[in-house]
């Protein structure tokens, strides 16, 4: 039987988010027709035991191994000295990460070999294997659109906080911010290009970003895979009259997540109560302090944390409410929506790679005041 091993950025299980669902959605058809082994990243190295158990038993995978972050001393030499890489590929290069990838390769011997991003692809990249990079999406867009409309209160290195010195964590987010986004977007950029003739073939989430890498590097080994969703019949809601209950859900650890929050309560629910609309705005997703202050400007904004499917969310929702500040790709939540039959309101951003049109599949709106507008329209649609 082929084997095939796949190299992640983070535990798959359980789904946080939409990288989290991609992974999961190919490891799972991986499993099907190849003996499927995995390396994940591991953020919490005393949960390492309990995580691998959970994978084999979530996914039924028989090979599933932790790698490491790099050490304090070995992230400020990564910082100094590995100039070529992006930020991010520093952030996760660690020798010991390259040991243990080498050693699987040499007992599991694979006949293929998936690495998820490039921060991942960085350990595979050289290896005479037939290689497969799972892009995700163009992080060197998403980064350009990050330095345009981030805010104080967002952290510059995200996800990745947990694991960087405070000092740099300080320095970068008071001081840094635009310089260091926008010198990140070039390397990675740099590094999506190269990855198009390092790698045998290269995948993203969305059609439009799969073309527009395609038209620039001229590859012919470029291709899209777009989220799977599991149609839902809509169902009723027991109560259709005021307030309205306007829905988002995502992974809140995220700048881009928090930004599209924080635009939602800043502008976007102002907009609705001058018209005298009264809603109730529940957000789900795991959070941490910077979720809690931005909600709590407003009574009427419910956090819920983390939820262990969305069924519940949108049974009880009238309109899904989801403007993206920035991002990238494809977003899975608003394809969760559509699939459950909900009405969704979002903006250019939001609804960038779906194939999804104004006033049929979706209401899309690029300003307060549009969106207010239009989640009024729905409401009546939806009530009446």
Do not use: W
Request: positive net charge; proline residues 5%; hydrophobic residues 40%.
């Amino acid at each position: 039987m082929v084997r095939v091993l796949y190299i992640a950025t983070r535990k798959p299980v359980p789904v946080t988010g939409g990288r989290e669902r991609m992974i999961v959605q190919s490891l799972s058809m991986l499993k099907n027709k190849y003996r499927l082994g995995l390396l994940y990243f591991e953020k919490d190295p005393a949960n390492s035991e309990e995580t691998c158990a959970e994978i084999k038993r979530e996914l039924g995978l028989s090979l599933v191994e932790p790698l490491y972050f790099p050490s304090k001393p070995e992230l400020l030499f990564n910082f100094l000295f590995q100039h070529r890489k992006s930020l991010q590929e520093r952030l996760f290069f660690s020798r010991a990460a390259c040991r243990k990838i080498r050693a699987t390769l040499a007992t599991f011997k694979p006949d293929i070999v998936i690495a998820d991003m490039i921060r991942c692809g960085q350990f595979i990249e050289d290896e005479d294997i037939p290689k497969v990079l799972e892009m995700d999406d163009l992080l060197s867009g998403r980064y350009i659109r990050f330095s345009y409309n981030m805010s104080a209160d967002d952290d510059l290195l995200g996800t990745f906080y947990a694991i960087s010195p405070r000092a740099i964590t300080r320095l970068a987010n008071r001081y840094l911010k635009p310089i260091v986004l926008r010198y990140e977007a070039l390397k990675i950029g740099r590094r999506e290009k190269e990855a198009v003739n390092r790698f045998d073939v290269v995948t993203l989430v969305s059609p439009l970003e799969a073309k527009g890498l395609k038209t620039t590097t001229g590859g012919g080994n470029i291709h899209s895979i777009p989220p799977t969703v599991r149609r839902v019949s809509p169902g009723t809601l027991s109560n259709c009259i005021f307030p309205c209950r306007l829905l988002f859900f995502g992974n809140l650890l995220t700048n881009q997540n928090l930004a599209s929050i924080r635009y939602i309560i800043d502008e976007v629910l102002p907009a609705l109560e001058q018209r005298g609309f009264s809603y109730i705005f529940d957000i789900a997703g795991s959070y941490d302090d910077r979720a809690v202050m931005i909600t709590q400007r407003n009574p009427r904004v419910h956090l819920s944390g983390y939820v262990n499917s969305v069924d519940d969310l949108f049974a009880e929702c009238h309109i899904f409410l989801t403007p993206i500040a920035f991002g990238s790709g494809i977003k899975t939540k608003i394809l969760d929506a559509m699939a459950h039959g909900i009405p969704v309101v979002t903006n250019d951003i939001g609804i960038e790679g779906i194939p999804a049109n104004h006033g049929k599949e979706c209401l899309i709106a690029n300003s307060p005041e549009e969106i207010a507008a239009s989640v009024i329209r729905l409401f009546g649609d939806v009530a009446s």
